[in-house]
């Protein structure tokens, strides 16, 4: 994520919840010490929008926002762990600290949900995906968190890859059909990766030759084992739609990646509060 694009969604955030309130220090600002303290066990992830986010609402006055302290992203932490430290101007930490604290809560909980399923698959060759499951407005910024978490993104929108589904098969009439209509849609630096959901489906696109990226949609592990034989030195194999199976049981089949939507829509916010250290200072 770059600055500019954290910032315009910041500012999206922080009008979507002030509308047209107005957020004004005043001639002689009062400041307080804030400590952000979490009451959970997780990962940390977030912590580079505390600054512009309250930035945002002093008009980028530097004197009204000092950081004392702040934990790097993908940290561990502990319940009762002090996540970050600064000192803030009251008004300016009134009408943004809501925003922060949702935004911390939400991101540290699927960096922390992550990090869970890549320990699962430790060991492995096998790495983990997110998908495009995820919250409108928010895409970016939660799969920066699966970063974090030490999974991998697959593709931020349609834009960036095709997937070949069963319903585009149905549509097109087949498979070379469907990759047909696809190679001709695409750029040479688009890839396209074809779904199937059984052996003939992907004898059919192994002896197509054009596809370099298989989707094994919602087989069993006797049926990932026999495709990772089929066809596991020729392309690359996704496992998704994996349901109840164990994680690590999936990962030893051999395929390449696993594709989880649960790794964003499956996390719990991470727990954490607010405490006032020091008040009523002036500038």
């Known amino acids: 994520m770059n600055e500019i694009y954290i910032r315009r969604k910041l500012e999206e955030f922080l009008s979507e919840d002030l509308g047209s309130l107005e957020v004004n220090p005043g001639p002689n600002p009062e400041y307080v010490t804030v400590r952000i303290v979490v009451q959970d066990v997780g990962i940390f992830c977030g912590g580079r929008l505390i600054k512009p986010a309250f930035d945002l609402l002093a008009q980028y006055d530097v004197h009204l926002l000092d950081m004392v302290q702040l934990l790097d992203d993908g940290t561990l932490f502990s319940s009762g762990d002090v996540l970050a430290e600064f000192r803030v101007e009251k008004e300016i930490l009134r009408n943004g600290i809501r925003i922060v604290l949702n935004l911390l809560g939400h991101l540290s909980g699927i960096a922390t ?16 995906l997110d ?66 959901e059984n052996s003939e489906q992907l004898e059919e696109v192994v002896r197509d030759g054009r596809i370099r990226y298989i989707l094994l949609d919602n087989m069993s592990i006797d049926e990932m084992k026999k495709a990772v034989h089929r066809a596991g030195c020729l392309v690359t194999l996704e496992a998704s739609g994996i349901g109840g199976e164990d994680l690590k049981e999936v990962a030893e089949t051999g395929v390449h990646y696993i594709s989880l939507s649960s790794l964003i829509l499956g996390a719990r916010p991470i727990k954490m509060h607010m405490i006032i250290v020091e008040a009523g200072k002036r500038g």
């Open 131 to 196: 998908t495009r499951k995820t919250l409108p407005g928010l895409r970016a910024f939660e799969k920066y968190a699966v970063k974090v978490g030490g999974a991998h993104n697959h593709r931020p929108g349609r834009y960036a890859g095709i997937l070949i589904k069963k319903e585009d098969i149905k549509i097109y009439g087949g498979i070379k059909k469907a990759i047909d209509k696809a190679s001709e849609e695409k750029s040479h630096l688009v890839e396209i990766e074809v779904e199937v």
């Open 113 to 128: 949900n992550t990090r869970m399923k890549v320990n699962e698959v430790s060991g492995t060759n096998c790495k983990l």
